[in-house]
């Protein structure tokens, strides 16, 4: 498997969860910024839209979507007990998860990472996006992970909670996350991945 991916992205969601399937992958960079390869391949002949993640399967065929693309991996190494069982109610709580981290907490980033968003908007979007992490900090009140126990959904938390650091999003006084993202980096998938994309000091 290929995973397209650029560093500290939303890719590296899928990356850390390729790392905790212990599955053989390949990590392709791509530019977000030039859209290229590092041998020059314009990455729109990989996904014509243009963003990671794309994870590419040994059989050629390609999946686009963090959130679809955990999931996939999750459900090859079922032992590892990455994501609840299909037509569970806790598979079903792990979408409710990705859902809300894709749209409200990723999505809601957008417009801090956009260079043209009007600056007197950005307070706004800031103001929005503190009362969503607010919200998730309760919830992992008691509890290490969104679901209790380690799964995909943590990831793609991780990744997005990561950004605030670089948007102006303080999220200090908000102990649970605080402590889930300490707790994610110790997890040895997490450091494998960071280390990967450059992004450990």
């Not at 969601?13 to 391949?41: M, N, R, W, Y």
């Not at 956009?114 to 007197?120: F, L, N």
């Not at 280390?195 to 450990?200: Q, S, V, Y």
Request: aromatic share 10%; proline share 6%.
């Amino acid at each position: 498997m290929k995973l397209y991916y650029s560093p500290g992205a939303c890719s590296l969601s899928p990356h850390i969860v390729l790392h905790e399937t212990g599955l053989p992958f390949t990590a392709v960079l791509a530019s977000t910024k030039t859209k290229k390869l590092q041998d020059g391949t314009d990455f729109h002949t990989i996904n014509e839209l243009g963003y990671v993640p794309v994870l590419e399967l040994d059989n050629g065929e390609r999946l686009r979507e963090g959130p679809a693309i955990v999931q996939y991996l999750a459900d090859q190494v079922p032992g590892k007990n990455l994501a609840p069982a299909n037509g569970s109610m806790e598979r079903y709580r792990l979408q409710e998860w990705l859902t809300f981290i894709g749209t409200e907490l990723h999505k809601g980033h957008s417009p801090l990472f956009a260079p043209g968003t009007p600056e007197d908007y950005k307070p706004q979007v800031r103001e929005r996006l503190q009362a969503r992490f607010a919200w998730v900090d309760k919830q992992l009140a008691g509890k290490d992970y969104l679901l209790g126990q380690f799964s995909v959904a943590d990831a793609y938390l991780y990744t997005v909670s990561r950004w605030g650091q670089y948007v102006g999003v303080d999220l200090s006084g908000y102990a649970n996350i605080v402590a889930f993202q300490q707790r994610m980096e110790q997890r040895p998938a997490v450091q494998a991945a960071l280390r990967a994309e450059g992004l450990l000091a």
